[in-house]
């Protein structure tokens, strides 16, 4: 271990400095884990535990790396570099942990999603009559769609004029009232949306049982509405004053100069935003579960029956396991491989659409 | 095209605070007038009430009248936005629309006010406005590039020859220079010179030499103190602000003794 440290020529020069060579910090790293796998190894050889410990070997040996590099960069470089070099090492670290959930859902979702996936049936069938395998989520793509579009389409009008009003127009209390009940309104459980939409409908048609997609869409706006007021009132705060100045300054009456100026300068950020509020939206089962319902059946219509959509696909196909289990919970999880492909598309088409918008820059 | 401006008695406050206090001139049509003095004087202020472009920072109102050949811009019912159309800007920093080519910006007064204008009418415009900013040489290859691609004293008459496409009377610049090296300054003073003969200029600016060079006449503001009003203090032919002013404050501003 120590043959990686090596100080470098002898300090003639007063600006220079001690320096470890290039790729000690790797060479540190994986001495680290060397020591501490051998660690392991003996205390497994001699019987203590059952088998030999990766996580141990893993946690500890990085730990001691850290430890390690502070040590060695300390004496070699100086307080400064060693500490530089400890929080680099912490953020990458931290980095890392964080994908590891990320990576490992992917993976899982795609071992156990794709045989159900690839079922030829998957996309073009429903449940109706499927007891044991085969059949497929066509009826749940439909309805997630549907009923996330249509709440797209209630959203985006009412929540970007909402934060036209609240930077463009909004003085004094009412603006201060907007702003701060937008706030709470995004700390709402998605519940009791849920439980307002089911509430409301419920009372307006007295039907205690009612079930419909468009119950769906209200409550999906009630969680998504905030969002998008949220998002794209920060990006209309962005566009510089100055280019309200020269529109007015051109005789270009307040309206025009939002419609033409402000929102074309800021469409890339609110779309982005907007795409979002869809992808936080599109993955909600409890207020879908209580407004929409559930059902085997293709449904169309949105303003009548029950609606199946994705995420109370996945949670019936595990809920409500029929005899052949193993084809249920393949369903549940080729589901949820569904989901997070259209929420990736969706990202990706909002990359796509802003650097389409973008104000263009360069020569 | 230029028309006369008078101001009597005009203040001007933000929210309660007096900005700029009772001030009263006459602006010769086809004239540059240039507003000099020191830092938060008011030069700023007082050039945004001859717009009303004042009006967009929250708070701020005036007293007193402003005429343009006679029609008062403060009178009741008049539409800021008509005013604004007589009578041009062009601001401290070059501010092209970013979303837009180089001839939408020149075309911007025209296609933000959804006005309809054939294609060979919108091109001769275009021309003709850059023409009359000076830029049309270097812009004329590549008028569909983004207006954020030039630089920033072709920016700068970008922006002036947006203004002067929208066809007004009167075009105030706010320090047009400030922002420009001495070249691209150079530049727009050579053209203020030349778009004398079509509109009423009136020019605040930092720098007196320029201000003796572009400018006809010359107005000089003053604040007594921090907190008190800016007011206007001598207002005469530039020559004789700069050779023979006839109150003291002018001279050692001038002079460079102060400010």
């Not at chain 1, 439909?142 to 909004?170: D, K, N, Q, R």
């Not at chain 1, 009548?304 to 994705?310: D, K, P, Q, V």
Request: net charge neutral; aromatic share 8%; hydrophobic share 45%.
């Amino acid at each position: 271990m120590s043959t990686t440290l090596t100080v470098s020529a002898p300090v003639t020069n007063s600006l220079t400095a001690g320096k470890l060579p290039k790729n000690s910090s790797l060479m540190v790293l994986l001495a680290s884990w060397l020591v501490v796998a051998a660690f392991f190894l003996v205390i497994n050889l001699a019987g203590v535990t059952d088998g030999f410990n990766w996580a141990g070997t893993l946690f500890f040996g990085t730990v001691l790396y850290c430890i390690a590099l502070f040590l060695f960069s300390y004496f070699v470089e100086g307080i400064r570099r060693a500490k530089d070099r400890l929080v680099t090492a912490l953020v990458t670290i931290a980095f890392v942990v964080a994908l590891i959930p990320l990576i490992s859902l992917v993976g899982t979702t795609v071992i156990n999603g794709l045989p159900a996936f690839l079922t030829p049936t998957f996309f073009t069938e429903s449940q109706r009559n499927v007891v044991g395998a085969g059949g497929g989520a066509l009826h749940a793509i439909v309805g997630t769609l549907f009923v996330t579009g249509l709440a797209t389409l209630i959203s985006v009008p009412i929540g970007l004029l909402t934060a036209i009003y609240l930077t463009e127009y909004g003085i004094g209390r009412l603006a201060k009232g907007i702003t701060f009940f937008v706030d709470v309104m995004t700390g709402i459980p998605s519940i009791v949306a849920g439980l307002f939409a089911y509430a409301l409908f419920s009372l307006l048609f007295d039907d205690p049982g009612i079930r419909f997609g468009f119950g769906g869409s209200i409550a999906l706006s009630v969680l998504m509405i905030p969002v998008v007021v949220r998002s794209s009132e920060e990006m209309l705060k962005l566009v510089p004053n100055e280019l309200r100045e020269a529109a007015y300054a051109l005789g270009v009456p307040k309206w025009l100069t939002i419609v033409k100026v402000v929102l074309p300068t800021a469409l890339a950020g609110i779309v982005t935003g907007v795409m979002i509020s869809i992808s936080r939206v599109i993955g909600e089962t409890a207020p879908l579960l209580i407004i929409a319902g559930f059902t085997a059946s293709m449904n169309y219509d949105l303003f009548s029956e029950r609606m199946m959509t994705l995420p109370v696909f996945v949670y019936n196909q595990y809920a409500s396991q029929g005899t052949d289990a193993q084809a249920y919970v393949d369903r549940a999880w080729a589901g949820a491989l569904t989901l997070i492909l259209i929420v990736m598309l969706l990202n990706l088409a909002a990359r796509l659409i802003a650097r389409v918008f973008s104000p263009k820059l360069g020569r | 095209m230029s028309k006369r401006i008078e101001v009597n008695d005009l203040d001007v406050y933000y929210s309660k605070f007096l900005a700029v206090e009772g001030v009263s001139l006459t602006i010769e049509p086809r004239t540059v007038t240039a507003l000099i003095g020191p830092s938060g004087c008011g030069k700023s202020t007082f050039l945004r009430t001859l717009n009303r472009m004042h009006e967009v920072i929250p708070g701020a109102r005036v007293d007193g009248e402003v005429l343009i050949d006679g029609n008062n811009l403060y009178g009741p019912g008049v539409d800021p936005v008509l005013v604004r159309r007589q009578v041009g800007m062009v601001f401290q920093r070059p501010n092209p629309f970013p979303t837009m080519s180089i001839g939408d910006n020149v075309l911007a007064g025209v296609k933000l006010n959804n006005r309809r204008m054939p294609k060979s009418e919108g091109d001769d415009l275009i021309e003709k406005s850059l023409r009359g900013a000076n830029l049309w040489n270097e812009v004329k290859d590549r008028l569909d590039k983004p207006g954020s691609s030039l630089s920033g004293g072709q920016q700068q008459r970008l922006c002036i020859a947006r203004a002067i496409a929208v066809q007004p009377d009167v075009i105030l610049m706010d320090e047009p220079c400030s922002a420009l090296d001495p070249i691209s300054t150079l530049a727009i003073e050579d053209l203020i010179e030349e778009m004398k003969t079509d509109f009423t200029i009136v020019i605040v600016t930092h720098n007196m030499q320029q201000a003796s060079r572009v400018s006809d006449r010359t107005a000089f503001f003053n604040i007594a103190g921090t907190g008190k009003p800016g007011k206007l203090i001598e207002y005469d032919d530039t020559t004789t602000i700069f050779s023979n002013p006839t109150v003291q404050a002018t001279e050692d501003y001038v002079s460079g003794r102060f400010g």
